[in-house]
């Protein structure tokens, strides 16, 4: 067996450990890397604090602690058409931002795993950028009315329109991206454009997600919407959301073939999830 190697049987033990161990205790500090978000578990209001929009300025000097909104420089991040930095990826060029914006507010842990995963997928001849990390509850509240609005606006009913969107967008309070540690990423098409869309499956295929998919572990990221587990998680395939939470439990995750939900359930001892059945579409979006 080559050094470092683990044997099948080894693993096989390991993961059964996760699946059936010892329980830990649900952390209640949303700072925690592994604190149980979900459709029924949330995220207190304040945290970290209530008032801070995803649009509000940060400062890229900022070194942040744990619970602290830093800055995801602008060059990693996109914030629509306007405002595409290519060129920065095609040059050794520092990159510099088109306007003010300085960057998206994320987590400092979040900052540090998506910078590393960005980068080494820059090497790799994959351009990725952060559309959306931190969310406040105000501002996940302001994003999931958005899509129900836009769902009413194209002839659906509001009824239909809550069930469509609830498939794909958290509610206030239940979503990752209040945690500070999540983003959704956007990324560069052979043709040179950034795709910026929600279709699901067209992302999945694209090879900067398909490396982000093989790779993210080692950067203690995961996947936390696979379309292959919308009965455990309660959502549709997700391919541009992803949750940093640190390398130890990421590589368990893979190595155990493990959803975000499934490892914390095995974790906390909470079991499946109430039953849940909304418009579970694979066309839904976010
Ligand atoms: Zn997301």
Same mark, same amino acid.
């Given at each position: 067996?080559?050094?470092?190697?683990?044997?099948?049987?080894?693993?096989?033990?390991?993961?059964?450990?996760?699946?059936?161990g010892a329980r830990s205790a649900q952390p209640t500090d949303p700072g925690d890397l592994l604190f149980y978000v979900n459709r029924w578990a949330a995220i207190p209001s304040n945290f970290p604090v209530s008032s801070?929009?995803?649009?509000?300025?940060?400062?890229?000097?900022?070194?942040? +602690?744990?619970? #602290?909104?830093?800055?995801?420089p602008a060059s990693y991040t996109y914030r629509g058409r306007e405002a595409l930095?290519?060129? $920065?990826?095609?040059?050794?060029?520092?990159?510099?931002?088109?306007?003010?914006?300085?960057?998206?507010?994320?987590?400092?842990?979040?900052?540090?795993?998506?910078k590393a995963m960005l980068d080494a997928a820059r090497d790799d001849g994959h351009l990725l950028l952060v559309r959306s990390a931190f969310r406040s509850y105000a501002m996940q509240s302001a994003t999931f009315s958005?899509?129900?609005?836009?769902?009413?606006?194209?002839?659906?009913?509001?009824?239909?329109?809550?069930?469509?969107?609830?498939?794909?967008?958290?509610?206030a309070g239940h979503s990752e991206h209040q945690l500070g540690t999540t983003a959704d990423l956007v990324f560069r098409t052979p043709q040179g +454009?950034?795709? #910026?869309?929600?279709?699901?499956?067209?992302?999945?295929?694209?090879?900067?997600?398909?490396?982000?998919?093989?790779? $993210?572990?080692?950067?203690?990221?995961?996947?936390?919407y696979d379309k292959d587990r919308v009965h455990v998680t309660q959502y549709v395939g997700e391919p541009w959301h992803y949750?940093?939470?640190g390398v130890t439990a990421a590589n368990a995750m893979k190595e155990c073939d493990l959803s975000t939900e499934e490892y914390l359930q095995a974790r906390y001892g909470t079991g499946p999830l109430p039953?849940?059945?909304?418009?579970?579409?694979?066309s839904a979006r976010r």
């Open positions: 067996m080559a050094p470092g190697a683990t044997s099948g049987a080894a693993l096989g033990s390991r993961c059964e450990a996760i699946r059936s801070t929009s995803i649009w509000t300025p940060c400062d890229p000097g900022d070194p942040g +602690t744990a619970h #602290d909104l830093v800055c995801m930095r290519e060129v $920065a990826f095609e040059s050794d060029a520092p990159a510099e931002p088109a306007t003010t914006f300085d960057g998206l507010p994320i987590g400092h842990h979040g900052k540090v795993g998506f958005m899509w129900v609005a836009q769902e009413v606006a194209s002839g659906r009913s509001r009824e239909f329109a809550l069930k469509k969107v609830s498939a794909s967008s958290a509610r +454009t950034i795709y #910026d869309g929600w279709d699901a499956e067209k992302m999945e295929a694209s090879a900067p997600i398909q490396w982000v998919m093989k790779n $993210a572990h080692r950067f203690g990221i995961v996947l936390t949750r940093f939470v039953p849940f059945e909304p418009h579970m579409s694979r």
